[in-house]
């Protein structure tokens, strides 16, 4: 059974838009990590979240985890192009530092139209 | 960041034979590595552990006779698709990290079972 829930599986959004992107799990998330994809290609690492509370910002993209460690969410602000990819999320539920062993969300494709 | 590579990128190979991928990390040891199998417009989904020195650790389901893991140094593991069939066909991606951190991915290898 899936246990990373990610909403929405598929986003269009127009150039200069925010979005977000969510992921939720039942369980505890012991590290919630968002990788970006090109569909046939690598994942890219973008953040790593472990703390409850924590918020991460790079660029124009931020990620929170909440403080029940159990939902996470992605906002990019002002979206461009180079935005569009496959979001996923990636969690350790077992124990800290897996460093690897990793459950993935269903991914978000996001589109970013110009 | 870290550096995993794999390779080879993309390969295709007749029903019945077999196939090596290999994944390195290029300046860091790993002793452990992960392999995750992706079809398209799904999710990663873990096949197995690989363990520098030792036999690999496979998630239910994988068949372990089917998809040899060798982890024969701290920087290669390879992934052999024995004897072949299309239904194997997907893309491959492995995983490594250098301690306690995130987890770096390879290029991806597109397998393609004709």
């Known amino acids: 059974s899936q246990e990373l829930e990610q909403s929405p599986q598929s986003l269009i959004v127009q150039e200069g838009k925010n979005l977000t992107i969510n992921c939720t799990s039942s369980?505890?998330?012991?590290?919630l990590y968002w990788y970006k994809q090109k569909y046939g290609e690598g994942l890219i690492f973008l953040m790593m979240?472990?703390?409850?509370?924590e918020e991460k910002s790079h660029e124009k993209i931020t990620a929170k985890l909440d403080e029940k460690k159990q939902q996470s969410s992605l906002h990019i602000t002002a979206s461009q192009p180079s935005h569009a990819g496959i979001y996923l999320c990636g969690a350790d539920i077992i124990d800290y530092n897996q460093g690897g062993k990793l459950i993935f969300g269903q991914g978000t494709e996001l589109s970013v139209k110009p | 960041g870290a550096v995993v590579s794999q390779h080879p990128s993309r390969v295709i190979c007749k029903s019945g034979t077999s196939v090596k991928i290999e994944c390195r990390s290029l300046d860091f040891q790993a002793t452990t590595m992960f392999w995750y199998r992706q079809f398209p417009k799904q999710s990663l989904m873990l096949m197995a552990t690989s363990n520098e020195g030792s036999k690999a650790t496979y998630e239910q389901g994988v068949e372990k006779d089917k998809f040899l893991i060798n982890h024969a140094s701290l920087t290669l593991s390879t992934l052999t698709v024995t004897s072949a069939h299309p239904e194997d066909s997907s893309f491959y991606i492995c995983?490594?990290?250098?301690?306690?951190?995130?987890?770096?991915f390879g290029q991806g290898t597109r397998l393609t079972v004709v």
């Open positions: 995983s490594a990290t250098p301690g306690n951190t995130e987890a770096f």
């Open positions: 369980k505890t998330l012991y590290g």
């Open positions: 979240l472990q703390k409850g509370g």
